[in-house]
């Protein structure tokens, strides 16, 4: 359910008055889609970090090292474009995405945690961010529409996801033709809240996606990858797990 705000119903045409649909008319239909159950797809067959934080570091320090800049050039982002910022916290990518895209552009903030996702939710409204809506998504599927966005941001949260190959495959549903996967991490190993690049291209690699690009971060140990869909969607029992 989107948190920001709520359009403004339009008049249809021909009655000369004012509709309004009921929210749990919407919501009862899109949980009519057919989609598996997380017990169809593989386990993680690694460790898992915790959520241990709702804010990576002090966002001072992050822009003394020019960290959004830098992934955002890196992804590519431009006026106009439709990004989801999926694990978004508190927001420090989300309000830096916000001005890029611009008026015409669309940032979608997700987290699965509620009272993050509240925060989230005040600090828009108090930013005046009429381009960026709030949702909360579930651990193993971030709920985005389909076909709706040009990048998919994954900021220093996919070592923490439980069910990470139910989690890419609903995902890659969200993504426009074209469309690019960024994924930030730490070059450590998972228990250390990081994610190896192998692990990370053999995971996605296993729901059909390729890397594109990859380039180390300035000042730390951390990177950026790029992905694309490059092979068909596999079914939730032909996904071959990394081991």
Request: glycine share 10%; with cysteine.
């Amino acid at each position: 359910m989107l948190i920001k705000r709520v359009a403004k119903p339009s008049p249809i045409k021909g009655t000369g008055s004012m509709v309004l649909i009921p929210a749990l008319v919407i919501l009862a239909l899109a949980a009519c889609r057919a989609e598996p159950q997380t017990a169809a797809f593989p386990d993680a067959n690694r460790a898992v970090a915790p959520i241990v934080s709702d804010s990576f570091s002090t966002e001072d320090a992050r822009d003394r090292l020019g960290e959004a800049e830098e992934v955002m050039a890196f992804g590519g982002v431009g006026a106009g474009m439709s990004i989801a910022d999926i694990g978004a916290g508190e927001g420090y990518y989300t309000v830096r995405l916000s001005p890029i895209v611009g008026p015409r552009g669309r940032v979608l903030a997700q987290d699965i945690v509620p009272s993050t996702r509240d925060k989230l939710v005040q600090r828009v409204q108090r930013g005046g961010l009429d381009n960026v809506s709030v949702r909360l998504g579930k651990p193993d599927d971030p709920m985005l529409p389909a076909g709706s966005f040009d990048r998919i941001f994954l900021v220093h949260m996919y070592h923490e996801v439980e069910q990470p190959y139910a989690f890419l495959w609903h995902l890659r549903d969200g993504l426009k033709p074209g469309g690019e996967v960024i994924v930030v991490d730490a070059d450590r190993p998972v228990q250390r809240h990081g994610m190896p690049p192998s692990q990370l291209g053999c995971e996605l690699g296993a729901i059909g996606f390729e890397i594109v690009r990859l380039e180390r971060l300035t000042g730390s140990d951390s990177y950026a990858a790029a992905f694309r869909a490059a092979r068909p969607r596999p079914l939730p029992a032909a996904i071959k797990p990394c081991r």
